[in-house]
């Protein structure tokens, strides 16, 4: 089984317009949300053995807040540029070419692309919206990331900031 972690970056600033879409940096709340969500995976046991993110700084950053508090060297995140505010097609063209080797993985991007992959990967669930710092998982019942798209999947736990139960 692969178990697929989709986390949006946390809240960024918005306090510079002049400030690139790209290159805009995570608020105090998303400094501080990140460590908290990365938290709660722990406490569910869900680890991810691998994480891939977008480059943008709101997203990187994200991903290497919560890399900290999994022991999971920076180092070793894969930045992927076709993250970066992509649609929810451009997930699966990511998935495909994960090695079977890892069975947790946490890919970190934007929305709308991350909402509309969500809702894509089950029926048991709607999403209206992945707030900043949530985390949709599911697990497809596949030994092969190359054949994530066509296995049949399960929809483990929605997760953000403000809701209050884990």
Known sequence: ?????????AKS??????VDDFDRPLNKRGKQNAPEMAS???????????IIASPAKRTSSTAKIMAKEWQYPKEAILFEEELYLCYASTFLKVITKIDDDFNAVAIFAHNPGITDFANYLTQEIR???????GIFAVQAYTDSWKDFDRARKSFLFFDYPKQETV
Do not use: A, F
Request: hydrophobic share 40%; proline share 9%.
């Open 1 to 9: 089984m692969k178990t697929l972690l989709l986390i949006r970056h």
């Open 13 to 18: 600033s918005w306090n510079d317009p002049d």
């Open 40 to 50: 709660r995976l722990l406490l569910r046991g869900v680890v991810p053995e691998l």
């Open 127 to 133: 999403i209206d919206n992945v707030p900043t710092t």
